[in-house]
């Protein structure tokens, strides 16, 4: 079906719009397949707003002076509006935006809150904006992505001694979540890899996710084991996870469930590893909550930032409702337990949950952060984030299908890739001089998650972009931040490497609400947000006089 065939009224004038920082302005309303195209015609005013359509996450409309509407009938047989019939549209956006348009003519603002609503809602990836979007610094010819298992391997020299890379998902008939090159120990066949993935849910067999060079320990990640209720065994499985401890060390596994939804999981085919069969594996459980849990406590935060009351203790009380802190809490505790074990203690670790694509996810990226310099530079976090969430198959089309405002029933979506960057803005809020990147960066890769122009964060794996073409098709967003103009704009300069991990306090007084990502289109947000860039300016004039002396 062609976009046109969804818009009744493309285009009105005389509409006010109203959002946030701004004063209420008059011009013509426009809408296309993909975008809604605001333009100021006050004297004097070009300023334009251009909303991407998929970024609206709900609208509401009204509609006033019904009773002024009548239908009058011409000879002809057309019908004419009383002057008087009005009509509003609230766009709550995914981004946590709310615009207002006051459009004329009640069958003008319901065509175009039928326009929005049926165009926001069409999930066919391939007639998203990212495969129509052209810009004239990028070409389809540039390379996608920054990486590649195949080339963080070859980089890795230090593994080729006991690590191989495997091609036994080239077809994605192993684990349709995995891309088709992975990391596993040497001493494990193809086949056997293929039985240890029949033994795990989705086909998620333990991968090597990072390696530790300071002492040549590692992170694997994987999905839980299918035990059930008869507690299977899998003698590969059992055999896979000797190979990644040498002799008579020990590694732990770190659960992101408690210890009661792993036994109940067997309940339902699925389990754990035990003590028995993994005797040199010592398991640790974290319950980390995920999915719907997660959904909800967002929605209540993004209620408790929207309250207009002014009363400090409703604020407090709903804030502590939402448990959002107490999830950031918990993630980053969990994330340095995992850093301990691999820093401190000298011990590899295999991290799982139930699939092993969300708060698996999550420990590893934070851990990696805490330990290692490399990832805290620009170029090395996005590479990260290209590893260890786009690779490895976050399912990011079914999770930020819609955010906080939807009044749609919730299906699959969570935040988890949301609560990811507010753990980094606690880390970089508390090491301020050991990150690469800015806050503006964490804001940027949070709106594009849900709504962007690129197709890095389309569909749920490898897989599927493979199948629709968007490697070839779109641009990738990772590249773009590259380029010397956003590099230049995100990096953090008051940045200084340092070799050492950096680890967070998670005390309740040392976690802070993140103010430029949930109040970001407040009055309040808006001065912190000047502030913050005058600094910004300032400290990189400072560095060239610097250079200068």
Not at 407 to 419: D, I
Not at 482 to 494: A, D, G, T, V
Request: proline share 4%; net charge neutral; hydrophobic share 35%.
């Amino acid at each position: 079906m062609e976009f046109y065939e969804h818009i009744k009224t493309a285009n009105v004038e005389d509409v006010v719009l109203r959002q946030p920082l701004h004063p209420p302005t008059r011009g013509t309303l426009c809408i296309t397949g993909h975008h809604l195209l605001f333009s100021d015609r006050e004297e004097g005013s070009s300023r334009q707003v251009l909303l991407l359509i998929r970024n609206i996450d709900a609208i509401e409309k009204s509609v006033e002076n019904l009773l002024a509407c009548s239908s009058l009938f011409s000879n002809a047989g057309h019908s004419e509006r009383i002057s008087g019939s009005s009509g509003t549209i609230t766009i709550k956006c995914k981004d946590l935006r709310v615009l207002q348009l006051d459009i004329p003519g009640m069958e003008q603002c319901l065509n175009i809150a039928h326009s929005i609503e049926t165009l926001s809602c069409l999930d066919s990836v391939s007639e998203m904006y990212p495969f129509f979007y052209r810009p004239s610094d990028l070409s389809l010819q540039d390379q996608w992505g920054l990486s590649s298992p195949e080339k963080h391997y070859s980089q890795m020299k230090e593994l080729h001694d006991r690590w191989r890379l495997s091609t036994v998902n080239t077809d994605y008939s192993v684990c349709p979540s995995y891309p088709p090159a992975v990391i596993v120990p040497k001493n494990t066949d193809d086949d056997m890899l293929k039985k240890v993935a029949k033994f795990r849910q989705g086909g998620r067999f333990p991968v090597l996710c990072y390696y530790h060079r300071k002492n040549g320990m590692v992170i694997m990640r994987s999905s839980q084991p299918l035990t059930g209720a008869n507690k299977k065994r899998c003698r590969e499985d059992e055999h896979l996870l000797q190979a990644v401890i040498s002799g008579s060390d020990k590694g732990y596994v770190i659960d992101t469930r408690s210890s009661q939804q792993a036994l109940q999981a067997r309940m339902t085919g699925g389990g754990f590893e035990s003590k028995s069969c993994y005797s040199s594996w010592k398991r640790l459980h974290r319950q980390m909550e995920r999915g719907k849990a997660l959904q909800e406590s967002l929605i209540k935060l993004v209620e408790a930032c929207g309250d207009e009351s002014h009363n400090m203790d409703r604020w407090l009380s709903k804030l502590e409702n939402s448990k959002w802190l107490s999830h950031v809490q918990t993630a980053l505790s969990t994330a340095g337990l995992l850093a301990e074990c691999v820093e401190r203690d000298g011990h590899s670790v295999l991290v799982h949950g139930f699939e092993g694509t969300e708060s698996t996810l999550l420990i590893s990226t934070l851990a990696q952060l805490i330990m290692d310099s490399s990832c805290r530079t620009l170029e090395g976090f996005l590479a990260l984030l290209e590893r260890e969430w786009v690779q490895a198959g976050h399912p990011f089309q079914q999770r930020c299908a819609h955010s906080a405002y939807s009044h749609a029933r919730l299906q699959q979506e969570s935040p988890v890739f949301l609560l990811l960057l507010d753990c980094v803005w606690q880390l970089g809020r508390q090491f301020p001089l050991a990150l690469g990147f800015s806050e503006a960066l964490l804001l940027r890769l949070a709106t594009e998650a849900y709504a962007s122009n690129y197709g890095t964060f389309l569909c749920n794996s490898h897989r599927e972009r493979c199948a629709i073409g968007v490697m070839e098709k779109t641009h990738c967003l990772f590249q773009a931040l590259l380029r010397p103009r956003e590099r230049n704009y995100y990096s953090n300069p008051l940045y200084e490497p340092t070799e050492l991990a950096i680890w967070p306090s998670v005390h309740p007084q040392s976690l802070q609400l993140w103010r430029g990502f949930f109040l970001r289109w407040t009055e309040c947000a808006r001065h912190l947000e000047e502030a913050q860039e005058e600094i910004r300016n300032m400290v990189i004039e400072w560095g060239k006089l610097a250079q200068l002396s």
